[in-house]
């Protein structure tokens, strides 16, 4: 089975500052990776993915994560946020090759923006 | 186009009361899904359909009852519910099974009275 971790429930910023949302994962088979954002009274929204390939991975509103398999993370990465950034944010993990259909989500991380 | 689209969005039933949930999308995706949301909280699978056929029933009470009609609908009804089973309802779509991207609708905000 797999599991998520986000190691930060809550993290506050100042904007225009740098952001990283940390994100641990745990599989004995090889997986698929997720961040999602949830703004307020929406549904989730698909940030970015990890399915194969480059390690680097850019997604929508300019964050960006890295797979690292050897530390089993996927944290994600924003050089300069804005006040509408402010949202919480899931990381999700998926085994392809267990034939499961679900996603596993991790507890979120509200990112708080402060002018 | 990435969308999924859920009515209503704000919903308000008593305990006695029949509703259904309603869930579409366009996009050609083969699995869908119902989860349940409470605040502060990540969303909670409910039920995956795959090709139209319901896949997974994450041991969900009989009063939530899912439905999927074709390949671009999906339902939930709803009967008898409880207080607690007030919650953002999300539906989602995935282009690729098992395991895939999931794209969620905005969700119905449902409150059992």
């Known amino acids: 089975a797999q599991s998520v971790t986000q190691l930060d429930s809550q993290v506050p910023v100042f904007e225009e500052a740098p952001v990283e949302l940390r994100c641990n994962y745990s599989s004995s088979v090889s997986v698929y990776l997720f961040w999602y954002v949830q703004y307020p009274n929406q549904g989730l929204q698909l940030l970015l993915k990890?399915?194969?390939?480059?390690?680097l991975v850019k997604g929508i509103n300019g964050f960006e994560a890295e797979f690292n398999k050897s530390q089993t993370s996927f944290h994600l990465r924003k050089p300069s946020v804005h006040i509408s950034d402010t949202a919480e944010y899931f990381c999700a993990v998926s085994a392809p090759q267990g034939g499961s259909e679900k996603l596993v989500f991790g507890k979120g991380t509200k990112l708080t923006v402060n002018p | 186009d990435t969308e999924v689209t859920q009515t209503p969005k704000h919903l308000v039933m008593g305990m006695t009361n029949k509703k259904s949930l309603k869930c579409e999308q366009h996009m050609g995706h083969r699995a869908m899904y119902w989860y349940k949301q409470k605040a502060k909280k990540p969303p909670e699978l409910m039920f995956v359909y795959s090709y139209e056929k319901l896949s997974i029933n994450e041991s969900v009470p009989s009063r939530f009852s899912p439905e999927c009609p074709n390949s671009s609908l999906l339902n939930l009804h709803l009967h008898a519910l409880q207080p607690e089973d007030s919650a953002l309802y999300l539906c989602?779509?995935?282009?690729?099974?098992?395991?895939?991207?999931?794209?969620f609708g905005p969700g119905t905000r449902l409150t059992v009275t």
């Open positions: 990890y399915l194969s390939g480059s390690t």
């Open positions: 989602a779509s995935s282009p690729r099974t098992p395991s895939g991207e999931q794209y």
